[in-house]
């Protein structure tokens, strides 16, 4: 079976309104990336070095990354010498499976939850990268999965952030444990922890300040959070998500590489993939970054928080050249 056919398989198992918000999210993506390299496919008639230069440069247009690239193309050129490809339209299956074969292995790893009780969640990120309305959606999605849900108003440093998670709180139908601005976030956790507990709830949501500026205070503050968090519940936290803003692209991976292994982090969320042309970013920080990509912001409503898929993602950037494939296959019968 052929690439695409598999892809579509695949797909069609899965929930539509999930599809459509990738394809949605994606739009900006698609309309330059994909549409600069269809253009480059069928305008040039032979696969040459001319080619090669220009995908390689519309790809690291695409933010995917230097190293990525120049692997890319050394497959690609592999592949092209197996199979003896003349046409570059020929190559459409072949750059959309190894876009995947680089991004797999990460979608299957969900929110790692408490075996029994409570699961908490620590969210870490610079200021606006979209932490907040990050919380608030992923509220969304654990209450809409019928489980009990609390959030942390940790972030004591910004103006307006309690204000503004409180605000989600009430849009979503979810209370917030908070203290007054400037107070000590590890007090913070204390109450929420205890909160939660004696509430019975299920996940416990907790913002963190962005000073990632001053790197030794943001650690000792992170340190002290999670000895308050093991203290009441010794496995926690479950996960420690960094939020990434997928339109500061570079910026993004360097903010990523500022934490190390110490800070804890489990997994990453990827904001604002809708506002960017440069969707390639999330293939540099799956290959560049040890952590897994868990979930992708595809929009500002509540319900534009998805677990990240890279079937989904490969698949809203290319359905098109799989739509015309399917044509071609119906053409000549096969
Ligand atoms: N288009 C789009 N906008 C988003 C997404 N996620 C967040 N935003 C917007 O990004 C802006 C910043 O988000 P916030 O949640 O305020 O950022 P923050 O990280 O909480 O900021 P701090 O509290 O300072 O750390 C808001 O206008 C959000 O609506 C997304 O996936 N897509």
């Not at 990336?33 to 995908?55: A, C, G, H, N, T």
């Not at 972030?155 to 444990?177: C, H, K, N, P, S």
């Not at 934490?259 to 960017?276: A, I, N, P, Y």
Request: net charge negative.
């Amino acid at each position: 079976m052929s690439f695409f056919k598999r892809l579509k398989e695949a797909i069609s198992t899965k929930a539509e309104a999930v599809t459509n918000k990738f394809k949605e999210g994606l739009a900006k993506t698609r309309d330059v990336f994909v549409e600069r390299v269809e253009d480059l496919f069928s305008r040039r008639k032979k696969i040459d070095e001319d080619f090669y230069e220009e995908l390689e440069e519309i790809l690291i247009g695409a933010d995917v990354g230097v190293n990525t690239v120049l692997k890319l193309i050394e497959d690609l050129r592999a592949e092209v010498r197996k199979r003896k490809i003349e046409n570059p339209s020929e190559l459409q299956p072949i750059l959309s499976e190894m876009l995947i074969a680089l991004l797999k292995g990460q979608e299957q790893t969900g929110l790692r939850m408490a075996e029994s009780g409570l699961t908490v969640i620590l969210f870490v990120g610079v200021n606006g990268v979209g932490k907040t309305t990050t919380i608030g959606k992923m509220a969304h999605m654990l209450k809409s999965q019928g489980k009990k849900v609390l959030l942390a108003a940790g972030d004591t440093f910004r103006a307006g952030a309690i204000e503004q998670l409180e605000e989600w709180g009430r849009r979503v139908g979810v209370d917030v444990i908070k203290q007054q601005a400037g107070s000590d976030p590890a007090a913070v956790m204390y109450d929420a922890l205890h909160a939660a507990k004696s509430r019975g709830v299920d996940v416990l949501l907790c913002d963190t300040a962005g000073r990632l500026q001053n790197k030794v205070n943001l650690m000792e503050e992170l340190n002290k959070i999670y000895r308050v968090i093991r203290r009441e519940v010794p496995e926690a936290p479950h996960e420690v998500l960094l939020v990434l803003d997928a339109t500061t692209g570079q910026n993004a991976l360097q903010q990523a590489k500022l934490f190390d292994e110490k800070s804890g982090l489990s997994g990453l969320v990827l904001t604002k993939l809708d506002g960017t042309a440069k969707g390639g970013i999330v293939v540099a920080i799956r290959q560049e970054l040890e952590l897994p990509v868990k979930f992708v912001g595809l929009g500002e409503k509540m319900d534009d928080l998805q677990a990240f898929d890279s079937d989904q993602f490969v698949h809203a950037l290319f359905s098109k050249w799989i739509a015309e494939s399917e044509k071609e296959e119906e053409k000549t019968g096969q």
